[in-house]
């Protein structure tokens, strides 16, 4: 079990994260938040590639600072900017990157191969990186993080670039991964992981908004998500009330879909909150661009 006790880092006098309290067991766990947001500096704490500025992170009870390589050893990380050499092949990459690991020699080939099938790249493992498209080379990288058949797994927007068919992919490559370890995925891409993760771990304005099953973070907008259809003339007016979600056009009329404490309205159909919704109510101030 992972836990992140009263957690706080800043980068100089800029706080990023401010006491972040955190329980992770078993599962899929899927960091969602909009850029900017503090994603990237927890997966380095959990990481230990950067240290806190107070509070401590705790693996089965001790400080992942003090147990030091042997928290790497059941680490596998992926980097939301993998670098990689060019002009190896995957296996010999793979191989490069188990030495470097330091894991054991005499089964490295067998591991190596058994990865590269687990994600699809054994027919083209002699193939040299370069050669790679993006959702290959993203491939390559969750397989790197998986060398050490890792207890904890933390891939850091591992769908960038991915097409929506490598991102179905992945989804199912990820359910497959999570028995029997941590796995933790950050994005902000809300259908990244709603249809993967057991618990969605939110973060807002430097501390954790929601850690829960989508379902119960879905609740908390419960009955106050609705969809109309407005006059075009109208729709500046309306946004203006109410937080939009969604809009489309209708035989000459626009169907919109929004969030409002108001009482309904007649002419307002109440419909089921749903991830996306909650993200963009939650965020709609900052994907804006209005703090
Ligand atoms: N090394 C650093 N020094 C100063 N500010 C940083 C550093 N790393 C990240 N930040 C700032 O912390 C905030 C969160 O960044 P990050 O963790 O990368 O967010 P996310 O991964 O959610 O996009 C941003 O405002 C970013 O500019
Ligand atoms: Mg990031």
Redesign the pocket.
């Known amino acids: 079990m992972l836990i992140v006790n009263n957690l706080t880092k800043k980068?100089?006098n800029?706080t990023?994260l401010e006491e972040i309290n955190l329980e992770l067991i078993n599962g899929v766990y899927g960091l969602l938040?909009?850029?900017?947001?503090?994603?990237?500096?927890?997966?380095?704490l959990l990481s230990t590639l950067?240290f806190p500025t107070k509070g401590e992170i705790l693996y089965d009870g001790e400080n992942i600072i003090k147990l030091d390589d042997c928290y790497r050893d059941i680490l596998g990380y992926l980097p939301?900017d993998f670098g990689y050499y060019k002009n190896y092949t995957a296996e010999e990459f793979l191989i490069y990157l188990s030495a470097l690991k330091g894991i054991e020699g005499s089964k490295t080939k067998e591991r190596v191969r058994e990865l590269l099938k687990l994600v699809a790249l054994e027919d083209v493992s002699k193939k040299k990186l370069k050669k790679f498209s993006g959702g290959m080379i993203q491939r390559v990288g969750i397989a790197q993080a998986l060398l050490n058949d890792p207890k904890i797994l933390i891939l850091?927007?591992p769908t960038a670039g991915l097409d929506p068919k490598e991102r179905v992919r992945f989804r199912n490559l990820l359910s497959e991964l999570s028995r029997n370890r941590i796995v933790i995925v950050?994005t902000?891409i809300v259908s990244d992981i709603e249809f993967i993760a057991n618990e969605v771990i939110m973060?807002k304005d430097h501390k954790i908004l929601h850690k829960d099953s989508i379902k119960n973070i879905c609740k908390t907008i419960d009955g106050k998500v609705y969809e109309t259809e407005i006059e075009f003339d109208n729709a500046r007016e309306f946004r203006n009330k109410h937080i939009a979600l969604s809009e489309k056009q209708e035989d000459g009329k626009m169907k919109i879909r929004f969030v409002s404490n108001d009482e309904c309205n007649d002419t307002w159909v109440k419909v089921s909150p749903n991830l996306e919704d909650l993200f963009l109510y939650e965020y709609s101030e900052s994907l804006e661009g209005k703090k």
Request: glycine share 14%.
């Open positions: 980068f100089g800029f990023v938040a909009p850029n900017g947001a503090g994603k990237t500096t927890l997966i380095k950067i939301q850091d927007e950050s902000h973060i």
